[in-house]
């Protein structure tokens, strides 16, 4: 079963559960793979890859963050806090991140690799580390490892 379909059958699980955050959140993501669909050209109808849908499912968990850091910042908690609710409800259709341990040997390797040594590369590696991690790691947390491992 694709990702798209497993999300289509989580809708009918929570309208019959009531649960009103969960289904608005799935319904706005479904949402969210018609626009995919419609800007790649294709009918509404499609269906898209799972990889397309994780990356729909990603920029929406992406958005939300963004809203929690706004929302801490303007001193409305309330409003993080069910931002946050909508977070974890995504998260459950994303694949694990990795962990801090992963993303450092993966740093050393391609540090080593690729023979960097100073700071004026720190681009390149973030992106080789990014291009290796193929999207399961925190991009935040790849740039403060790499700044470490070249300081």
Do not use: C, W
């Not at 259709?93 to 080593?112: C, D, F, G, R, T």
């Amino acid at each position: 079963m694709s990702l798209q379909s497993q999300i289509k059958e989580s809708i009918k699980d929570a309208m019959r559960a009531k649960e009103a955050t969960r289904l608005s959140v799935l319904r706005g993501l479904t949402t969210a793979f018609t626009n995919e669909l419609v800007a790649k050209g294709e009918t509404p109808q499609s269906e898209l890859s799972d990889t397309d849908a994780l990356a729909v499912i990603k920029r929406e968990a992406n958005k939300r963050k963004d809203s929690i850091e706004q929302f801490t910042k303007g001193g409305r908690p309330e409003l993080a806090e069910s931002e946050q609710e909508e977070l974890s409800i995504l998260e459950t259709y994303l694949p694990a991140m990795m962990s801090h341990e992963e993303v450092q040997k993966i740093i050393l390797a391609k540090k080593e690799e690729l023979n960097i040594t100073d700071k004026t590369k720190i681009g390149m590696l973030i992106g080789a580390v990014m291009k290796e991690t193929s999207g399961n790691a925190d991009g935040t947390l790849v740039k403060k490892l790499v700044e470490e491992a070249l300081a």
